[in-house]
């Protein structure tokens, strides 16, 4: 095999170990604890861990903490259970930024006395009319030249809860006429006062991402700070608050191209949105594409790496077809998953020449895994076959039609060769049972001169079997870019994403599934246990995906 070649922040990385820049190359994830992981993090998880791991060193998980108003424990317990089932692990404990908020305010305090910040009394109309355009220089804020003294009395009020919200803000002293309006004096600190998951009621007043972001990599040695392009124009104001304060260490910030995938809205507001209106069953429905929904759907851990290694990571932003995820979790799945038979939409067979109660079948739990041993498959006088699996219509090439026909044979996998005699039909003509007779001798062996099967169906008994509900699902949104401009993501909804079977008859074997078991039911597709739904009375299978790969490339 060839080695890939490595991606532009690898080569950064090799580079800057060569020159001994670092010794040791530290990385970090670093959500906002603002809702669930979804497919896009996961990218950026694999990236971050990947590279430590690559080029031995450490990645830290640290909650961007920041903004009370949005955050919660529930978020920060489900993001770090997501990138433990991801396969990675931090270095040390779980970080958060607010655990640094003490020495933020220091920092602050720092640049108020060095005449770099000051407090400033514009409302946010003012505020926002001061800062200008792309096109137009900004305006220096009446409060601009304030004197240290009065700044560090009037950011102390600020912080002893003196003022309301909105009232007041501080803010860097840089340059209202850069071109860059992240530098036109930005916001480091607003009053908010609300409790926080961490720090309870101890501070009323909270910096901003800008303020806190580079700060928190610099306390924990990060060496590469990496994040999406959109951060590119804020890295000078990354730098300026490195170059500018008493930091004990200069991290660097980096940018990629964010994972955009189809007929996917990977946005953590917009998925919050279709969770607290009920659009879905909860941030870990089956067709989120949340890491959590992922993973009670049946997505194994490894499909989601494998997805992001053919991904790559490059500086263009791009939309990758979301087959290119299904066609992972199949490769993954295939060599995985145990074989298994259920019949969705049931015929009965009666087989009329089979007089024993119970004969017992086996079959290899996996066609190429002969250490995972033999399932047993209870054959009975009567069976269900899939109801698509059979027609009366006897002009159907072999070819076209490799199932049952009236007055033909088929295979029974693992089992028999049964032949389809009479039809048996209801008032409305249609057919409800099917009388077959099976040809002695049979299993396991070739048939008889004159027994030509057409092909090989799955099969399960009709009285000895698991009932099972089964849950199959389809593509969330039917609109290739459903937030695409100004499109409302809502209105590409689609009302089929979800199917249910209320009685589908499994295979015994079942009984024992386990939630993130997957399972290939032959010629159907792949299946796991919900871990929200099933229980012993009622086993709940999701369809995690179909057997067909339409991802052509
Ligand atoms: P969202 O836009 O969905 O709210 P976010 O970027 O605000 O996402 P964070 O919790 O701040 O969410 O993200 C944590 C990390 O994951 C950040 O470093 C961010 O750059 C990265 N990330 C988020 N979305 C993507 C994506 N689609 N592709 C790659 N990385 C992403
Ligand atoms: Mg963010
Ligand atoms: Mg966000």
Same mark, same amino acid.
């Given at each position: 095999t060839v080695a890939k070649p490595q991606h532009f922040l690898a080569q950064i990385i090799s580079q800057d170990l060569a020159e001994k820049k670092h010794t040791k190359v530290i990385t970090r994830f670093p959500p906002e604890p603002n809702g669930y992981l979804h497919i896009g993090h996961a990218k950026s998880i694999c990236l971050n861990f990947g590279l430590a791991e690559e080029f031995g060193g450490e990645c830290n998980l640290r909650f =961007? $903490?920041?903004? &009370?108003?949005?955050?919660d424990q529930e978020y920060v317990d489900a993001i770090a259970e997501d990138v433990r089932w991801l396969g990675f692990q931090w270095s040390g404990d779980i970080r958060y930024a607010s655990s640094y908020f003490d020495t933020f305010y220091e920092w602050a305090l720092h640049l108020i006395r060095a005449g770099k910040a000051y407090v400033c009394e514009l409302s946010p109309e003012q505020a926002r009319e001061y800062r200008g355009t792309l096109k137009e220089p900004g305006k220096d804020s009446p409060f601009r030249d304030r004197s240290v003294e009065e700044n560090l009395a009037e950011f102390e009020k600020m912080r002893a809860g003196e003022y309301d919200e909105g009232a007041c803000v501080l803010r860097a002293? *840089? @340059?209202? #006429? #850069? !071109? +860059? *309006?992240?530098?036109? =004096? !930005? *916001?480091l600190y607003r009053i908010r006062k609300l409790a926080h998951?961490?720090?309870? /009621?101890?501070?009323c007043i909270y910096p901003t991402y800008d303020f806190a972001h580079g700060q928190e990599d610099a306390i924990e040695g990060i060496t590469h700070s990496i994040c999406t392009l959109e951060f590119a124009d804020h890295r000078p104001l990354y730098e300026w608050f490195i170059d500018n304060l008493p930091v004990p260490h200069k991290p660097r910030q980096y940018e990629f191209a964010r994972l955009e995938l189809n007929y996917t809205v990977t946005s953590k507001r917009k998925l919050k949105q279709l969770v607290d209106e009920g659009h879905v069953d909860g941030w870990n429905d089956p067709r989120m594409p949340t890491i959590s929904g992922m993973r009670r759907r049946g997505y194994p851990a490894s499909a989601l790496r494998k997805f992001c290694d053919l991904i790559g990571v490059t500086k263009a932003a791009s939309t990758v077809d979301v087959g290119m995820l299904e066609f992972a979790v199949r490769d993954e799945l295939n060599d995985m998953a145990p074989r298994a038979m259920c019949v969705l939409n049931p015929l009965k067979v009666v087989i009329t020449n089979f007089n024993g109660a119970v004969e017992n079948m086996t079959q290899p739990v996996h066609p190429n895994k002969p250490e995972l041993g033999e399932r047993s498959l209870p054959f009975t006088r009567e069976i269900f076959i899939e109801r /698509? $699996?059979?027609?009366? =219509?006897?002009? %159907?090439?072999r070819k076209k039609f490799k199932r049952l026909v009236l007055g033909e044979w088929v295979r029974l996998r693992g089992a028999y060769i049964i032949k389809a005699e009479e039809a048996i039909k209801d008032e409305a003509g249609n057919t409800v049972e099917l009388r077959a007779s099976l040809v002695p001798d049979t299993v396991g062996a070739n048939p008889p001169e004159g027994v030509n099967p057409r092909g090989v169906i799955h099969w399960v008994s009709a009285t000895e079997n698991l009932p099972i509900e089964v849950r199959l699902y389809d593509r969330?949104?039917? @609109?290739? #870019? !459903? @937030?695409?401009? =100004?499109? +409302?993501? %809502? @209105?590409?909804? +689609? &009302? /089929?994403s979800l199917v249910i079977i209320e009685r589908a008859y499994a295979e015994i074997s079942l009984a024992d599934a386990k939630p993130?078991?997957?399972?290939?039911?032959e010629r159907e597709g792949y299946f796991c246990v919900d871990s929200k739904y099933s229980s012993a009375e009622k086993p709940v299978f999701n369809r995690t995906i179909g057997l067909k790969d339409n991802w052509a490339n």
């Open positions: =961007d $903490d920041t903004n &009370p108003g949005k955050e002293k *840089i @340059d209202m #006429a #850069a !071109p +860059n *309006i992240n530098l036109r =004096d !930005p *916001i998951h961490q720090t309870g /009621d101890k501070w /698509d $699996d059979f027609t009366e =219509d006897t002009s %159907l090439s969330l949104f039917n @609109d290739e #870019a !459903p @937030d695409a401009g =100004d499109k +409302n993501f %809502l @209105d590409a909804l +689609n &009302p /089929d993130e078991q997957a399972y290939q039911f």
